[in-house]
């Protein structure tokens, strides 16, 4: 069985500039979440959907928004890059909501 | 508001011996927690999770106890080896969550180092 796939690996970006991430998810999970993660802040949610609804948001500025198709594949998508910006992208999928299985991340370079 | 802690200092032990990572947390009582693993550029791989009514939980040479009344879960390694370095991340679902959320609260993770 497949893990959950995230492309692309790596990309660097120019300040200003906007940014989508995109996953797929274990086949069969309908749950998808987003995470950020920096040393200095550690993992931190971005948001969650379920079934193409955005069903949990983390504490982010409105530059970051996501989506979710009906494959059960989402996109985030960051606006108005900034230098903080840079960080690892993490998708997850899970099945029940209770157990979440990460990618591998996209790492994301402001410049 | 919710809090979770875990031991900052990197944990370093020698080869074959039981490793021990703390994570405590406070202002809440969540319906499980969750252990796992990173390594270096890589996403978090599942190991484990604990309800809230389970005391303690194995998985081979990993052992998980979770104290609701010390707010505190252990997480054991066994005979551990230098396969085993990572970092250990500890997980709870958010404060006034029944669970069946992919919205977890990490904590900043020990870093354990195996020498042999």
């Known amino acids: 069985k497949a893990g959950v796939t995230q492309t692309p690996r790596y990309l660097i970006k120019t300040r200003g500039q906007q940014v989508t991430l995109s996953c797929s998810p274990i086949s069969g999970h309908r749950s998808v979440s987003w995470y950020q993660q920096t040393p200095g802040q550690g993992l931190q949610f971005l948001f969650e959907?379920?079934?193409?609804?955005?069903?949990n948001k983390g504490n982010f500025p409105g530059r970051f928004s996501g989506r979710q198709f009906s494959n059960s594949r989402s996109e985030m998508n960051v606006s108005t890059l900034e230098l903080g910006d840079s960080a690892l992208y993490l998708c997850?999928?899970?099945?029940?909501?209770?157990?979440?299985?990460f990618g591998e991340g996209s790492w994301l370079t402001v410049v | 508001s919710q809090k979770i802690e875990q031991n900052s200092e990197a944990l370093n032990i020698q080869e074959g011996k039981t490793a021990t990572l703390t994570c405590n947390y406070t202002n809440y009582s969540p319906a499980y927690l969750q252990w796992y693993r990173q390594d270096p550029g890589r996403g978090p791989v599942f190991l484990l999770l604990i309800r809230e009514n389970e005391k303690e939980k194995r998985k081979e040479r990993l052992k998980v106890t979770f104290d609701t009344t010390l707010k505190q879960s252990l997480f054991h390694i066994t005979a551990s080896q230098p396969a085993d370095s990572a970092t250990y991340l500890c997980?709870?679902?958010?404060?006034?969550?029944?669970?069946?959320?992919?919205?977890?609260?990490f904590g900043q993770g020990t870093t354990l180092q195996v020498k042999p």
């Open positions: 997980a709870l679902p958010p404060s006034g969550s029944s669970g069946n959320t992919g919205k977890l609260i």
């Open positions: 959907y379920f079934s193409e609804t955005q069903r």
């Open positions: 997850a999928s899970s099945l029940r909501g209770d157990t979440i299985y």
